[in-house]
């Protein structure tokens, strides 16, 4: 019946959003992959693997890593729940590895991945930072930030917190503006450019788009000169 409304209106092109939880596609839209011109946005998509427009997530976590220790962090950690970093195939924690590559060993710090799981009780958490002693953290979280102050963290003071996904509701912390609107608009223009060279179906060479991030600096990472 989906289809049917489709070619009934004309329509020829399909902007696919909102894959937070699977990044496989439904296989009862099959028939609409193969008759239409599709871009996904946010994620690379699987069964099938579609063109896509999304943030450069790798590059996001190296960018944070360089700006935290450009500041004069020493001990950086990732903090992002293991469903999320999978749904974009490690691309989180792939850019964290690669960062920490230069760094000591001494000075790699494991992620935390159990983030879900901890919404409802810290203790895991926390007894993972006072184990391994991060000076500060990348989250997409902001609670994590709570879960910092609720334990006597005060941040920056004792430790950095960086977001990485930058948003309006705290626009004066420290983070990564990944232009989420900019990724619209390049999936908007990925479409009409399939559309005016009549490339309908499933891609057998599929296009991504990859958004880079920008650093914005903010209140919950030290400032001035960088500690020693």
Known sequence: RFNRILKARGIRGVLIVGLMKENRLPERFTA???????????????????????????????????????????????????????????????????????????????????????????????????????????????????????????????????????RASHAEWAGLDQHNDQTGEAAVDMLIGMLHNQEFGVPSHPRATLIGPSWVDGVTVRQGVPAP
């Open 32 to 166: 609409t992959w193969a008759e239409q011109a599709c871009v996904v946005t946010g994620v690379r998509t699987r069964n099938p693997t579609l063109s896509f427009v999304c943030s450069d997530h790798h590059a996001l976590v190296i960018e944070a890593v360089e700006q935290a220790l450009r500041l004069g962090y020493k001990r950086p950690a990732l903090v992002v729940d293991e469903h999320i970093d999978n749904l974009v195939e490690g691309r989180f924690s792939a850019g964290m590895w690669r960062a920490q590559a230069a760094l000591p060993a001494s000075r790699r710090v494991p992620g935390f991945y159990a983030v879900e799981k901890s919404r409802g009780d810290q203790t895991a958490f926390h007894a993972w930072r006072e184990r391994h002693r991060p000076d500060v953290i990348l989250s997409l979280y902001s609670y994590v930030h709570e879960w910092l102050s609720g334990a006597g963290q005060r941040v920056p003071e004792d430790i950095g917190f960086i977001q990485l996904e930058h």
